[in-house]
């Protein structure tokens, strides 16, 4: 299957979800998540909203907060349609839909950060395999933003999926960024043959 076929299939399961599997996955996912000592040692944090049957990052965004760490959501730029920012995200942010109709902070650059600054990124994703591989909705957005993560220790890009994500091998173009791993309802795949961090 082709990439773009492959993320419409995935897109299909995780929207096939139940609600109740929705919350359980939420839970599930802090659970994993909780036991990495690349989340323990993270103080800034990359999040999402949870947006057409992503799993949600809702719990694991309280647990960074009760437990002082900072948490960004990805904005998009105003006027370069390829770039995203990460805004400093706390319980008093006010949200407004994006283009894509999923609800984002109002760009104030004030309360940015260089992605370099992040410590740990958790990404959403359409389909993933073992070995690091990732698709996204097809924007580019993240493989652009963490290019630089080739040659770079910090920070730690993450993805965050169903179990129903997982594919034996998700077809790489040249540009896209290998993760570190995933984290699912059910367990945390550590990605083989990358470099130590
Ligand atoms: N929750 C969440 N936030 C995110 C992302 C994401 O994947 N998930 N992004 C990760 O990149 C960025 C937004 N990227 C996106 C790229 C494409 C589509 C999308 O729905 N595309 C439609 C057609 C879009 C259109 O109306 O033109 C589609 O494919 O059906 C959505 C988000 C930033 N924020
Ligand atoms: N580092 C980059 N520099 C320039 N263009 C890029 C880069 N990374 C990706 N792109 C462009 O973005 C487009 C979408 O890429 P791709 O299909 O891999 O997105 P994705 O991984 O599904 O989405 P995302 O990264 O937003 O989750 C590609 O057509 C590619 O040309």
């Not at 169903?162 to 570190?180: G, R, T």
Request: proline share 6%; net charge positive; hydrophobic share 40%.
């Amino acid at each position: 299957m082709d990439r773009k076929a492959l993320r419409s299939a995935l897109r299909g399961r995780r929207r096939a979800l139940s609600e109740f599997q929705q919350k359980q996955a939420a839970v599930g996912v802090l659970k994993q998540l909780k036991q990495l000592p690349e989340f323990s040692r993270s103080q800034k944090l990359a999040v999402y909203l949870a947006n057409d049957g992503e799993i949600s990052p809702e719990c694991i965004v309280r647990h960074a907060w009760n437990e002082g760490k900072s948490c960004y959501l990805p904005v998009l730029d105003n006027h370069d349609k390829t770039k995203m920012h990460f805004q400093r995200y706390t319980s008093e942010t006010v949200l407004l839909p994006n283009r894509f109709n999923i609800p984002e902070p109002i760009l104030d650059l004030s309360l940015c950060i260089p992605a370099t600054e992040l410590d740990l990124v958790l990404m959403p994703l359409t389909a993933f395999d073992v070995s690091g591989g990732r698709l996204g909705m097809g924007g580019g957005f993240y493989d652009r933003a963490f290019s630089f993560v080739k040659t770079a220790t910090k920070p730690v890009l993450m993805g965050l999926a169903h179990e129903c994500q997982k594919i034996e091998s998700v077809p790489m173009a040249d540009w896209d960024v290998l993760i570190s791993g995933v984290v699912t309802e059910d367990k945390a795949y550590k990605a083989l043959k990358q470099l130590p961090k």
